[in-house]
């Protein structure tokens, strides 16, 4: 049974930074894809950022040149780093992951991936 646990979520003013852990029981994390996807209050589970097997990466448009995935193997662990967050990006964020390379077109749709974390809350202010 695969096991993800997100942390690193916080409160922030606009323009701040976090960087989110998702730390997986998987011991090839390498054979993996995963991705983060957040949610807002009465909004849809967005796609934020993914990464196959192979580290292809996709982002959302909205977090283009804010945001970057990595993945370290070794670790076992997923990471978001988010910078000059603004208020919009205020979520509870998960991660997620499926066994094998996932193809870029479907990377951040949740629909894809078989196990997924509890999440952890971001929030930023104004």
């Not at 701040?16 to 209050?41: D, E, K, V």
């Not at 097997?53 to 988010?82: C, E, H, P, W």
């Not at 997620?96 to 991936?113: F, T």
Request: charged fraction near 15%; include cysteine; aromatic fraction near 10%.
């Amino acid at each position: 049974q695969v096991q993800l646990v997100e942390s690193g979520g916080g409160s922030v003013q606009a323009g701040g930074s976090l960087r989110l852990s998702c730390a997986a029981s998987i011991n090839t994390l390498s054979n993996y894809s995963m991705g983060w996807f957040r949610q807002a209050p009465g909004k849809e589970r967005e796609g934020v950022a993914g990464i196959d097997s192979n580290g292809s990466i996709r982002y959302a448009d909205s977090v283009k040149g804010r945001f970057t995935i990595s993945k370290d193997n070794a670790k076992n662990t997923l990471y978001l780093q988010m910078n000059s967050l603004k208020p919009e990006d205020t979520a509870m964020y998960y991660c997620a992951a499926r066994p094998g390379r996932i193809p870029g077109w479907i990377l951040r749709s949740s629909w894809v991936y078989n196990y997924w974390g509890q999440g952890t809350q971001v929030t930023v202010s104004s």
